[in-house]
Each structure stands twice: as C-alpha cells, then as structure tokens.
C-alpha cells in the first residue's frame, strides 16, 4: 500500500496535472484525472459531469476564449481511499467588456473530494472557492466603466468575473462559496462527510 507521503506527493501531482492539461488542451489526458463515473465539475460558467465538463472546455478553447490556472499552497486530508484536497489558486481570463479588453484575476482554492480508483488518485468533485478578483484594463490608455447593476449581482468573490462571464454570454451561477458564509461553511461539512464515508461528495446542484 502507499504510504501517506506517497498519497499526498500523488494527490498534488493530480491537481497540477488538471491545471496544465487543462489549459494546455491536452484532453485526452485532462480526462484521466477525474473519477470515470462521479466525476463533476463546478465552476461560474458551468455545473455538470466531467465529461460534459471536458467538451464544454474544449469547445471553448477552440473558439479562442482565454481561462488559465494557476497553483499555489497545497493541503490534504486523507481517509483510507478518499481525500480532500485545498490547493491556492488564480483563475485568469482575458476578455472584452464593451469594446475594451481586459484581464481578470481571480484569487481562491480548488476544493476536492477526491477518491483512488483502480490505485489512482481521481478527482470526484471539484468546487472552487472564489475569495477575490480584479479586473485590469490591458491597454492602460483605454477607459472602461462598468455597470454598477451587473456588478452587485453576484458575490464579491467573483464580482468581476461573473460581470465579464455575463458580458462574453456565459450564464454565471450564483451563491458559490466565498472565503466566508453559509455556503463555504456547507462546502466544509460536505468535506468532512466524505472523509467519514458519505454515499455522495456533497450535493454540488
């Protein structure tokens, strides 16, 4: 058996490989880090299966639109044959708002309910947690004034993201966990849950 070491150096190979294939449209092998029968994906744009998710991506990137990844601080805790990974993370996508173009950071965790399937860490279900964002104008000498309406509609993790999601005709979830409150606080639970053998990783619908 793996020791606990060996899971965790599995694990975070697991998470770094979902951001480098993923980004890079290498799908045939971003499709091997999911659990081939639960897997699903939560994001602003899109709640589905992994499959779904897959295509969904790939159409995306084929079309040109811009969402990169990347990683920072890593944690999990490990039951057995399951695990909840937290891993840092920036989600940034180059966009245009009302002619102007623009890049938007947002700051966060990946959220994992993980699982070893045929003695290979997979991941079950990925839910990010948006704590922050920005957006910046990429030529400095435009001007840009959002809309103050569209704006306040989503949560101030991911304010500015949702707008220039909304704006690029993405349908933008709303309600998903932030840095604190009662869905975060929920997210935690369904964690702890899976560790302790739950049926499912939580309800992410």
């Known amino acids: 058996m793996p020791t606990h070491a060996e899971d965790r150096l599995a694990i975070r190979e697991l998470v770094e490989n979902w951001a480098v294939w993923r980004d890079a449209g290498d799908w045939e092998r971003f499709a091997t880090v999911w659990h081939p029968v639960d897997g699903w994906m939560t994001a602003t744009w899109f709640q589905g299966p992994a499959a779904e998710f897959i295509a969904a991506s790939r159409e995306g990137f084929e079309r040109g639109v811009s969402i990169l990844h990347f990683l920072g601080g890593h944690t999990a805790d490990i039951a057995g044959d399951r695990a909840v990974a937290q891993t840092k993370m920036t989600i940034n996508q180059r966009s245009v708002i009302d002619g102007v173009e623009v890049d938007v950071v947002c700051t966060g965790r990946f959220y994992d309910f993980c699982a070893r399937h045929d003695g290979e860490w997979t991941i079950v279900r990925r839910q990010p947690i948006y704590e922050k964002d920005r957006l910046d104008v990429v ?32 349908t933008v979830k709303l309600g998903l966990p932030g840095l604190t409150g009662a869905a975060v606080e929920r997210l935690y639970v369904e964690g702890t849950e899976w560790l302790a053998g739950s049926a499912t990783a939580g309800n992410p619908h």
């Open 139 to 170: 030529d400095p000498a435009s001007r840009l004034e959002l809309d103050p309406e569209l704006l306040a509609r989503f949560p101030v993790g991911y304010r500015h993201l949702g707008l220039a999601q909304t704006k690029a005709g993405f």
